[in-house]
């Protein structure tokens, strides 16, 4: 239970990873319903422009880095950590935002 509650912690410091190297912020792209969580721990983007494609394969390519990290860490599969990141990210999204469990976009 321990070693669970290490890689909970860990998962949800890696999804508050934002780059403001762009000029749209993660928490703004959320809200204006151009990028979503998915089931899978990554972000996807609901409406694709380039500055939204940018910050999706930038903050995906950082959890990724991150998840390898916990998986290595915990001693378990990179998969198992994208899943477990993207259950907590899920449940973790306000009403109202985009989320994708495998069946398209759909609002909270």
């Known amino acids: 239970?321990?070693?669970?509650?290490v890689i909970l912690i860990s998962l949800l410091a890696s999804l508050l990873i934002t780059n403001t190297a762009f000029a749209l912020s993660l928490g703004e792209a959320k809200q204006q319903g151009l990028v979503g969580e998915q089931l899978t721990g990554y972000l996807g983007t609901v409406s694709a422009t380039d500055e939204t494609t940018a910050l999706v394969n930038d903050i995906n390519?950082?959890?990724?880095?991150?998840y390898q990290e916990i998986a290595q860490r915990n001693g378990t599969s990179l998969e198992s950590v994208e899943k477990l990141a993207g259950k907590s990210a899920l449940q973790k999204t306000p009403a109202g935002q985009f989320i994708n469990l495998g069946r398209g976009w759909q609002k909270k």
């Open 1 to 5: 239970m321990k070693k669970l509650n």
């Open 61 to 66: 390519a950082k959890r990724k880095q991150k």
